[in-house]
């Protein structure tokens, strides 16, 4: 069984309602383990259909401005999801020297 020594923070794939970091500390099999786990494959499947359809969008030189928008304000949610996935300092310990653990 892991002692806290073997648990290190981690940063969740959602932000606080303030839009700070969130940091989960428990165990990789545990719970909240699994469901960030979970959130962060479904953010980077979403990511990936977005992408696929604003290629699709983007090359019609017909698209309607409205939807032009809606395809732009969802690459900037899907990227911004895909970079918290990414992001460097994802562990408490590495930080990246903003936000607290949570």
Same mark, same amino acid.
């Given at each position: 069984m892991p002692t806290l020594d073997?648990?290190?923070? @981690? @940063?969740?794939?959602w932000a606080s309602p $303030?839009?700070?970091p969130v940091y989960? %500390?428990?165990e990789d099999d545990g719970k909240l383990a699994r469901l960030?786990? #979970?959130?962060e494959s479904a953010q980077l499947h979403d990511a990936a259909v977005v992408l696929?359809? #604003?290629? #699709? %969008?983007l090359g019609n030189f017909d698209t309607p401005e409205a939807e032009l928008r809606c395809v732009? $304000? @969802? =690459?900037? $949610?899907? =990227?911004?999801n895909t =970079?918290? %996935?990414?992001?460097?300092? @994802?562990? =408490?310990?590495q930080g990246d020297g903003r936000g607290e653990a949570r």
């Amino acid at each position: 069984m892991p002692t806290l020594d073997d648990i290190r923070p @981690r @940063r969740a794939p959602w932000a606080s309602p $303030e839009g700070k970091p969130v940091y989960l %500390v428990t165990e990789d099999d545990g719970k909240l383990a699994r469901l960030a786990d #979970s959130m962060e494959s479904a953010q980077l499947h979403d990511a990936a259909v977005v992408l696929d359809h #604003s290629l #699709s %969008v983007l090359g019609n030189f017909d698209t309607p401005e409205a939807e032009l928008r809606c395809v732009g $304000e @969802r =690459l900037a $949610e899907c =990227l911004t999801n895909t =970079l918290r %996935v990414a992001q460097p300092g @994802r562990t =408490l310990t590495q930080g990246d020297g903003r936000g607290e653990a949570r």
